[in-house]
């Protein structure tokens, strides 16, 4: 049986680094933020939401037709875990088997491989699903329910880290044939180098 899997994109941080929201970087035609979301409607996730944070005001202003998924984080400040608190908060309502978590700086996904990795936490029910290259853990990932509890009280620092580390031995993991899971953009020199 088809596991009711929701997207999760965070975006709620400051991009200092890149020096411009990462979210709204443009990618193909398009912004990172937006061709996430493009690859997760046509996946067979059932849903998705955007934490939005620090660029909240710039992103709606650009990218209007996202408002409507999008959760706002006021709390942005304390890191990536309170984004993942807020947006988890914002399902509640919801009956839901798993989270598939997705980061904005690392924009190189597409349904081909969130739907295997929608396939592999199905047949397995493992509690966490990660796609690897070479044996290097890449994204996104999925979280299953029974460690939501778990993922909203982590503690700020690193609570996800944290949480695979306490599970490794039960994680599943989709061997995928492209190092692109692994790229992470949050430099102007790493997007020099990937995306021109």
Known sequence: MNKTVVGMVLAGGKSERMGRPKAL??????????????????????????VVGYHAKAIHKHLPNLKPISVINSDYEKGQVSSLRKGMNSLSSLRVDGLMVFLVDHPFVDHVLIDALLQKFSDTEAPIVIPSFQNKRGHPVIFGRKLFKELLEAPLKNGALDLIKTYQKEITYLNWQSEQILIDIDTPQLYQKYIR
């Open 25 to 50: 970087l443009p990618l193909r035609g398009k912004t990172f933020i937006e061709h996430i979301v493009d690859e997760i409607e046509k996946s067979g996730l059932s849903d998705c939401r955007i």
